[in-house]
């Protein structure tokens, strides 16, 4: 009976330590979830920013070659507007690349961020389920009391006695 407990207390040891390197896997990959959020939120603000600082530099361009053209006497007609469209069909494009460059680096933080979960949890299993095979592997080699509980009880190093002999079958008791 003692043999039982004392198994039962060393596989509820193990099952304990599984469970909590399985926990602090968890509660890393946590932190990386929660610091790759806050780096691409932080990432959404300045490419928000940066895309309101260039939409205020493409108007304050614009502004500038108007009161240039009406400066020199021209009509807004013809090359000016078409100067003009110009300034502002460039200035789109550059937001949207802004845009566009800002979400690629907000998306690359989150996949880097989930690969390394990805590597946290599965080093956390494997952690754990090392821990399993090894205290299974030394308890069953280290043994109970004079046997082990995974080798057989019948070991080479028993005498069993003297082979029996064979005995063949006879005929009408004739040998």
Partial sequence: ????????????????????????????????????????????EEGDLAVQ????????????????FITSGLTMEGTPQDVLAETFDTGIADIENIGK?????????????????GGIIDSGRNAAIGTIANSFSSFGSRGIG?????????SSDIDYGAPLPILKPTIGGLG
């Avoid at 600082?53 to 009161?67: G, H, S, V, W, Y």
């Avoid at 460059?101 to 979960?117: D, E, T």
């Avoid at 004079?146 to 019948?154: D, E, G, Q, V, Y």
């Fill in 146 to 154: 004079s046997s082990s509980l995974f080798n057989s009880p019948l």
């Fill in 1 to 44: 009976m003692a043999v039982l407990g004392i198994t039962l207390l060393y596989a509820g040891l193990t099952a304990f330590q599984a469970t909590s390197q399985i926990k602090t896997a968890k509660s890393q990959a946590k932190a990386v979830a929660q610091t790759s959020i806050a780096k691409s939120d932080s990432l959404k």
């Fill in 101 to 117: 460059n800002y979400q690629q680096s907000r998306l690359n933080i989150l996949r880097g961020g989930s690969a390394q979960i």
């Fill in 53 to 68: 600082q260039k939409a205020k530099e493409i108007k304050l361009r614009t502004a500038r070659q108007t009161a240039s």
